[in-house]
């Protein structure tokens, strides 16, 4: 069983940034994929950013393109998300998934049905 532990976030300018960490307990997050995803109030969550198992591929939402950076770093079992240049449309709640399907650990996933693990979330909020 993983578990995932967020940290980061805050509230910050827009133009600023942030750094969220997704730390697994149980020390395993090696062979996972990891995703970011976000949701702002009344609306669905959304995908932002995936990384396969060893950080060779990455993909983003265009929306985010350009302005966050997802890194790993195995030996510490965490995964992070580098936001700048935000904007008040960057606002919502983030939070980190992984899963050790064996295509989303290849390649990394943007489906929130890919992952099988998720964190609690933590919040974003970005003022103009």
Do not use: H
């Not at 997704?22 to 995703?35: N, Q």
């Not at 770093?73 to 449309?89: C, D, F, G, H, I």
């Amino acid at each position: 069983q993983v578990q995932l532990v967020q940290s980061g976030g805050g509230q910050v300018q827009a133009g600023g940034s942030l750094k969220l960490s997704c730390a697994a307990s149980g020390r395993i997050l090696g062979a996972y994929a990891v995703g970011w995803f976000r949701q702002a109030p009344g609306k669905e969550r959304e995908f932002v950013t995936t990384i396969n198992w060893d950080g060779s591929n990455t993909y983003y939402a265009d929306s985010v393109k350009g302005r966050f950076t997802i890194s790993r770093e195995n030996a510490r079992y965490t995964v992070y998300l580098q936001m700048n240049s935000l904007k008040p449309e960057d606002t919502a709640t983030y939070y980190c998934a992984a899963t050790q399907a064996d295509y989303c650990s290849a390649y990394g996933c943007t489906l929130e049905n890919d992952y099988a693990y998720w964190g609690r979330g933590t919040q974003v909020t970005v003022s103009s």
